[in-house]
């Protein structure tokens, strides 16, 4: 069974715009990190927040993690086209890293 | 570095053949797995390696069969294949955190395997 889900599982915006996803777990964990992945490519890390963090940024990227909840969250700001892809959180525990299903974000010109 | 690699690229086999998907990695990584991904779905581990001699299952590790004798590489191999099998894998590793534990994880770019 899978660990994380990610809301909303497509999101299409205008380019400029921000797109935000959410990721929800059920256990605890020692971090949570997020990934890229464009279409027929393998995944490539973004970011990552442990477990007793609860914001990091990165570039365009702000995450969020609410460790009461069992959520977290993705802002990409300023969206641009090559931003299109899917992205996955993975929650990290006991060495192994379990996926949610993914958001699928399509950025319009 | 070239990071991780795997091949085949693309694979077309036929119910009950076997065949070994390969894995290597030249970063000094002690943990490797291996996943699958099926459409609209994330990843799901197969099974993982946290150093050389050293395996273990994953979530849907029915069908595979995995050995690490060295650090750099992790066959995953297919005993009987089965279309349930169709599907894209990717191998992937971790080097160690510094408090413990792992960081990100990188990852190959794939095997897209169909089972006839």
């Known amino acids: 069974s899978q660990q994380g889900e990610e809301d909303p599982q497509a999101l299409s915006i205008q380019e400029g715009e921000n797109a935000t996803m959410n990721c929800s777990y059920k256990?605890?964990?020692?971090?949570l990190q997020w990934y890229r992945q464009n279409s027929g490519r393998g995944l490539v890390h973004l970011i990552l927040i442990r477990s007793n963090e609860r914001e990091k940024h990165s570039g365009r990227l702000r995450v969020t993690l609410d460790t009461s909840k069992k959520s977290s969250s993705l802002l990409i700001t300023a969206s641009r086209a090559a931003d299109t892809a899917s992205y996955f959180c993975a929650t990290d525990l006991n060495y192994q890293l379990i996926w949610g299903a993914g958001t699928k974000l399509i950025i319009k010109p | 570095n070239a990071g991780v690699t795997q091949t085949p690229k693309f694979q077309v086999l036929k119910t009950g053949q076997s065949m070994t998907l390969q894995c290597a990695q030249d970063m000094n990584h002690e943990y490797m797995s291996w996943y699958r991904q099926d459409p609209g779905m994330g990843l799901r581990l197969i099974h993982y390696s946290v150093g050389a001699g050293i395996t273990d299952q994953g979530e849907v590790p029915n069908g595979y069969n995995v050995s690490r004798s060295t650090t750099e590489d992790f066959p995953l191999r297919l005993l009987s294949a089965a279309p349930s099998q169709t599907s894209v894998y990717f191998c992937a590793s971790r080097p160690p955190g510094l408090a413990g534990g792992y960081n990100e994880q990188f990852f190959g770019p794939g095997t897209r395997l169909t089972v006839l």
């Open positions: 256990t605890s964990i020692n971090n």
